[in-house]
């Protein structure tokens, strides 16, 4: 490695680049390497002049990486994110082993949480990280196994498996729909408290895209209460606040369980799905494989 040494003289470079291009700033990535920002901007340049290129453009508010950056930027994390799984393969070899599964609170309380019984029995060498998260993060960078994660299925850093389709339909309590019985026709909902998700970092389905799906368009909605976390939408749901959109495949086991009923049976299909995704970089972990076969037959179990 002496040439790569003549031309890189510190990995420290390295480090700084990688994360002044995924955050496309300085200062973040100063901040998440816990140095000062002058010393990124300095580690940057000098990669810069041993490199003979540019790699970034710089403005007064913001930097962005120059067409050899990107590449540049490709490769080092490729070569990073290799060297990141060696070295946790050894460190697992000394520790008992875990897997880091990612999603939303929603998924993991009303879906993953319920099956940890059979999760333990299934893998009784391995413990369990459950990372909820509000936004779609690096798996890498938060050190994840397997991810739930809603969107196309078009995520080139990872290894993409189907998980479930995103339906949805109304939910309600029991105890709801015992108070409120008219509810015949999807026009009827219109005049009942509706429970509203606004994510600020993804997008959902909303009442208004069911209420055009069914028929129902530019009527005036009489009541509704807003949130911006989908389990305490759900919760409010379960103690009888109103009726929210439930996605099929967290509901149906509480429908199924007498935790919920479907007032009215309009599912909606988007054009999203939910998928698990996989580090791409670096040999998945035999059992990071059979963890995923778990879930697609739990799920596939459903019915979904």
Not at 155 to 180: G, H, L, Q, R
């Amino acid at each position: 490695m002496q040439n790569l040494r003549n031309i890189i003289p510190s990995a420290n470079m390295l480090f700084a680049f990688e994360a002044a291009a995924r955050h496309n700033s300085f200062t973040l990535a100063a901040n998440e390497l816990n140095v000062s920002q002058p010393a990124v901007s300095h580690a940057i340049k000098m990669l810069e002049k041993n490199l003979g290129v540019k790699l970034f453009e710089r403005t007064h508010r913001r930097i962005e990486l120059t067409r050899e950056g990107r590449r540049f930027y490709t490769d080092v994390q490729v070569g990073l994110e290799h060297i990141y799984y060696a070295a946790h393969d050894l460190q697992m070899d000394r520790v008992r082993e875990s897997i880091t599964i990612s999603g939303s609170t929603l998924f993991m309380q009303y879906w993953l949480l319920p099956k940890l019984n059979q999760f333990e029995e299934k893998f009784p060498q391995l413990d369990i990280r459950m990372h909820t998260t509000d936004r779609d993060v690096s798996l890498l960078t938060e050190g994840i196994d397997i991810s739930v994660r809603l969107g196309d299925g078009k995520w080139p850093d990872y290894d993409v498996t189907f998980f479930a389709d995103e339906v949805i339909y109304p939910v309600c309590s029991p105890e709801y729909i015992n108070k409120n019985p008219e509810m015949t026709l999807p026009s009827d909902l219109l005049a009942h408290r509706l429970l509203y998700v606004d994510e600020p970092f993804r997008i959902r389905m909303t009442w208004s895209d069911w209420f055009r799906r069914v028929g129902v368009a530019g009527r005036e909605i009489q009541k509704a209460i807003r949130f911006n976390d989908a389990q305490i939408c759900l919760q409010s749901v379960l103690k009888g606040q109103g009726i929210a959109l439930g996605w099929h495949h967290i509901v149906a086991p509480m429908i199924a369980r007498g935790e919920l009923v479907a007032p009215l049976y309009h599912p909606y299909q988007g054009s999203n799905a939910f998928y698990l995704l996989t580090p791409r970089i670096g040999s998945t972990t035999r059992d990071t494989k059979h963890i995923c076969e778990w879930m697609l037959g739990e799920i596939a179990a459903q019915g979904v």
